[in-house]
């Protein structure tokens, strides 16, 4: 930044025909446990959708990020590789591989067709679709990613052999990136990357935010005073990300134009910086799916530590073996030990009150959105600690060992963390979503060609909101666990965990007559209101009533304070007593996602609900619900 810059910037805010001006947001990149939690609850079924047929099988998942090794075991075909910028539906697992560029400082950057070693997109794209073609290795086939039997379509957003350059963001996503993958056939797309302020500074709960290197306003180290970024982005520094963004109104633009697609998006991981507002936009938009990152199971903890690649904090600090880091006893001796210890890790990993699946990730950003206060993020997966596929960063090794990663070793699997690994499950798991309406599972609980139709995105967001369960553990805050709210929504985890077995209905009698009914396309017309009655029967007594409402919203002007454009109210009365949407008594008037969670009715209990548009802007607006537990 030089005077020069603060000076034009500050003429231009003073005239007249400027709306807004937003600098441009840097971005960055953000299974085996995990399936247990998203299948089952955390039952110990880690299978338990797949063995119901549900595998994710017919259906095509968008991933963009750093590149895929696409000749590992979990995307390999022995027959070739992907078709690179085109379509090929008959390659086992990347239907296509497509490139991008940008202009950036004066020149046109292009994307490779390659990830590099340890790469990013390679293991949030093992935990979406991944997948070994055979039985063998056990020890490896067992971390498929939750839609193991579909596809993948990957846009590669990095170029290897220049890191500098980042990740290459294309500036029209509408048609050059979303646009690319629905094409090519894609009606799910995921996205581990989002707006980051370390490329400047970082932020900390207990020390605020610091320079990260030296620069004309400060040196490595110094505090980052907020009147700076006031003046840059117009918000404080831990809140920098935290803006309904011209990406975010392009996802909502996009949303709406193809209400079939669902675009699913990383909170982000500032979540240790402060208690609410370190969302990273543009998980900010309303119509996308934004994912928090919970804990994985305890078992998973202990398994990733053979996944851990320690060799890198080995050469950081200086450590001539692993040795070494476990004899470490000088500063932050406990944090060096958690990174390259794995001795040390497996002791620490024993806390099964402080490392299992009901907490959250500290790390997971957390919301309201800063200009509005809606809620986000949506839903959380796990994501700490994940273990996928691992890149050895050459697609000429078929690399498929069970063997502790090193660099560009053999390894096939590789443990991260982030909201960026919650991100994929949850993008595969809204792969199961959709196989369940477009293999004919809904209504009769089981495959039936007659009842299969193309879900809408508003659906598919419902259907994962609606399976969320509440989290009753802890978020570490500052060094020391804090309960989580038990309030639902919140700006923690949103609507809950994904526990997608809560909202299937299967004809196995497993659940009795405890039914499933949604409502998809519904055409709200301003100023009427959509009655649902329902009348409950012994089965039901003592399951809760949920019902869900959620639309996709037109996009609202960038940074607007209030981003809803056709507010859309959802009401409950069971056995006379009054449930509003989101617990907001005068009716929620922020948010285009709503539910309800009634008490347990008893036995023919009259359950009304309904779906009132008075407070629209337009004249129409399409919206889906799902209600789950009456007949």
């Not at 070994?132 to 596809?151: M, Q």
């Not at 935010?209 to 306003?217: F, G, H, K, R, S």
Request: negative net charge.
């Amino acid at each position: 930044m030089h005077k020069f810059y603060d000076q034009t910037l500050n003429d231009l805010r003073k005239h007249h025909n400027v709306i807004w001006i937003e600098r441009e947001l840097e971005h960055d990149v953000k299974n085996f446990g995990a399936q247990d939690v998203i299948q089952s609850g955390g039952s110990n079924d880690h299978q338990k959708l797949w063995n119901k047929g549900l595998t994710g099988k017919g259906q095509i998942i968008a991933v963009g990020d750093t590149g895929i090794d696409w000749d590992m075991c979990f995307f390999n075909d022995e027959r070739g590789p992907p078709a690179f910028n085109d379509i090929n539906l008959n390659h086992r697992k990347i239907v296509g591989y497509f490139q991008v560029k940008k202009e950036h400082n004066g020149q046109t950057i292009y994307s490779d067709t390659q990830d590099y070693v340890n790469g990013h997109g390679t293991h949030v794209s093992g935990s979406v679709a991944g997948n070994v073609n055979g039985t063998e290795p056990a020890n490896v086939v067992k971390f498929a990613g939750t839609s193991k039997e579909g596809k993948l379509l990957f846009i590669d957003m990095h170029n290897t052999e220049h890191p500098e350059w980042g990740l290459i963001t294309p500036d029209n996503l509408v048609d050059d990136y979303f646009g690319l993958a629905y094409e090519g056939g894609a009606r799910i797309h995921s996205n581990s990357w989002g707006c980051s302020y370390s490329t400047l500074f970082s932020c900390h709960y207990a020390t605020g935010c610091t320079w990260d290197q030296d620069n004309p306003y400060g040196k490595k180290g110094e505090q980052v005073p907020d009147i700076w970024c006031m003046n840059q982005v117009g918000r404080r520094c831990v809140y920098w990300c935290n803006t309904y963004s011209s990406n975010a109104v392009q996802i909502d633009q996009f949303s709406v134009d193809h209400d079939d697609a669902l675009i699913v998006f990383a909170a982000g991981n500032d979540g240790n910086a402060a208690d609410e507002f370190t969302l990273g936009a543009p998980s900010t938009a309303k119509n996308c799916l934004t994912i928090g990152a919970s804990m994985t199971t305890n078992g998973d903890f202990l398994e990733g530590v053979d996944y851990a690649e320690i060799q890198g904090y080995l050469d950081y600090f200086h450590f001539e073996n692993e040795a070494a880091c476990c004899q470490y006893s000088g500063d932050n001796a406990d944090l060096v030990h958690s990174l390259c210890c794995t001795d040390y890790m497996k002791k620490m990993y024993q806390d099964t009150e402080r490392f299992n699946d009901k907490n959250l990730a500290d790390f997971s950003s957390r919301g309201p959105t800063l200009n509005d206060m809606r809620i986000k993020p949506d839903v959380v997966t796990p994501g700490m600690i994940i273990n996928s596929a691992h890149s050895d960063g050459n697609v000429n090794t078929f690399q498929c060992s069970d063997i502790r990663p090193n660099r560009g070793n053999e390894a096939a699997i590789m443990r991260m963390q982030g909201t960026s690994m919650a991100t994929p499950l949850a993008s595969g798991a809204v792969g199961l979503v959709r196989q369940y309406f477009v293999d004919g599972y809904y209504p009769s609980g089981h495959a039936n060609a007659a009842d299969s139709f193309e879900p809408s995105g508003p659906l598919m967001k419902a259907m994962m909101v609606h399976s969320a369960q509440p989290m009753e553990g802890t978020v570490m805050v500052n060094g020391q666990p804090q309960k989580l709210s038990q309030s639902y929504p919140n700006s923690q985890v949103g609507f809950g965990v994904v526990n997608l077995d809560s909202v299937f209905y299967f004809d196995d009698g497993e659940r009795g007559s405890w039914n499933l009914s949604v409502h998809d396309r519904v055409d709200a017309i301003k100023n009427t209101t959509h009655l649902y009655c329902y009348k409950t029967t012994e089965n039901v007594f003592g399951n809760p009533i949920r019902a869900t409402l959620t639309w996709f919203d037109p996009p609202a002007a960038e940074n607007a304070d209030h981003t809803l454009i056709n507010d859309l109210d959802l009401t409950a009365y069971v056995g006379g007593m009054y449930y509003p949407g989101n617990n907001v008594e005068s009716g929620d008037s922020v948010n285009n996602v709503e539910q309800i969670r009634a008490n347990a009715p008893t036995e023919n209990t009259v359950v009304a609900i309904l779906v009132s548009s008075k407070k629209m802007k337009d004249d129409h607006q399409m919206f889906s619900l799902v209600v789950l537990g009456i007949t």
